[in-house]
């Protein structure tokens, strides 16, 4: 069984930066891409990043392109996204997610296991 735990959330004001951490355990056999996820208020669970499981290939929404960097430590068996440039549209909770392909992917569906989540608020 894989467990996700997410970590680095907090209240940060806008303009500031966090960087999230989601350390995978359990059975971590091989190379399978990487997603974070977020869901706000009210809001659809929309996808935010992903990675695919060499590292080599990421994807971006629109909404973080330029601000947001997703990257990983396969070593390490973790995750991670820097998040600058936050604005309060940015508050959420956000999943990381294990995929069920190697590839970097949008769809919530192509993606197995999920963490329980950690808070990001931004303050204007």
């Known amino acids: 069984q894989v467990r996700l735990v997410e970590s680095g959330g907090g209240l940060v004001q806008a303009g500031g930066f966090l960087r999230l951490a989601c350390v995978v355990s359990?059975?971590?056999?091989?190379?399978?891409?990487m997603g974070w996820f977020r869901q706000a208020p009210g809001k659809e669970r929309e996808f935010v990043s992903a990675?695919?499981?060499?590292?080599?290939?990421?994807d971006y929404s629109d909404s973080v392109k330029g601000r947001f960097t997703i990257s990983r430590d396969n070593a390490k068996n973790t995750v991670y996204l820097q998040m600058n440039s936050l604005k309060p549209e940015d508050t959420a909770v956000y999943y990381c997610?294990?995929?069920?392909?190697?590839?970097?992917?949008?769809?919530?569906?192509?993606?197995?296991?999920w963490g329980q989540g950690t808070q990001v608020t931004v303050s204007s």
């Open positions: 997610a294990r995929g069920r392909y190697v590839t970097a992917r949008q769809a919530t569906e192509a993606y197995d296991a």
């Open positions: 359990g059975r971590t056999a091989g190379l399978y891409a």
């Open positions: 990675i695919s499981g060499s590292g080599g290939g990421t």
